[in-house]
T-cell receptor, first 115, second 113 residues
Framework: AQSVTQLDSQVPVFEEAPVELRCNYS??????LFWYVQYPNQGLQLLLK??????LVESINGFEAEFNKSQTSFHLRKPSVHISDTAEYFC?????????????FGQGTTLQVKP | EAEVAQSPRYKITEKSQAVAFWCDPI?????LYWYRQILGQGPELLVQ????????DSQLPKDRFSAERLKGVDSTLKIQPAELGDSAMYLC???????????FGEGSRLTVL
């Protein structure tokens, strides 16, 4: 079985400042890793994912995450945030074999970007 | 752009009543998921379908919850009878399968009084 812990429930930050949203996971098998974002009044949407290859993955809007197997982490970072990045961010894992579509989500982190 | 459609968006019901939610996935997506999201928590998988077959329903409270996807397209999630603790957002998602991206609907918010 897998589990995900997002270490911060809320992260307030000023516009143009850097941000890191922390995610740790636990699993007895190898995993795929995901970050989903939920903007106000919208459904969850995929931000980025790690399946294999380079441990650093990037999104089209400037976010990046690095898979650290030894620390079982997949922290999300952005060097300079915008007001429009205000949203709920969810880290998720799935097994890399078997039912690879079964996502287990963390509790979520609310990113509040202030002007 | 294709979307996952869910209805109703909001539902208020009294405990012990029956309630049903409907989901229409993106056309061609073989895998359909129902998640429950309690306020302040992450989504929890209730049931996963591959076409019309259940792949995983290990977290579905089967004494009161049921789900079906009869023709392998749209799906219905039913709760009977509803309890106060069922108040939550019910999310439907679909994907092409495997480790592909899940596309979520906007959800159905249930309030049980």
């Amino acid at each position: 079985a897998q589990s995900v812990t997002q270490l911060d429930s809320q992260v307030p930050v000023f516009e143009e400042a850097p941000v890191e949203l922390r995610c740790n996971y636990s699993s007895s098998v190898s995993v795929y890793l995901f970050w989903y974002v939920q903007y106000p009044n919208q459904g969850l949407q995929l931000l980025l994912k790690y399946l294999s290859g380079s441990t650093l993955v990037e999104s089209i809007n400037g976010f990046e995450a690095e898979f650290n197997k030894s620390q079982t982490s997949f922290h999300l970072r952005k060097p300079s945030v915008h007001i429009s990045d205000t949203a709920e961010y969810f880290c998720a894992v799935s097994p890399s074999r078997g039912n690879t579509g079964k996502l287990i989500f963390g509790q979520g982190t609310t990113l509040q970007v202030k002007p | 752009e294709a979307e996952v459609a869910q209805s109703p968006r909001y539902k208020i019901t009294e405990k012990s009543q029956a309630v049903a939610f409907w989901c229409d996935p993106i056309s061609g997506h073989a895998t359909l998921y129902w998640y429950r999201q309690i306020l302040g928590q992450g989504p929890e998988l209730l049931v996963q379908f591959q076409d019309e077959s259940v792949v995983d329903d290990s977290q579905l409270p089967k004494d009161r919850f049921s789900a079906e996807r009869l023709k392998g397209v749209d799906s219905t999630l039913k709760i009977q009878p509803a309890e106060l603790g069922d108040s939550a957002m019910y999310l439907c998602a679909s994907s092409k399968g495997g480790a592909g991206e899940l596309f979520f609907g906007e959800g159905s918010r249930l309030t049980v009084l």
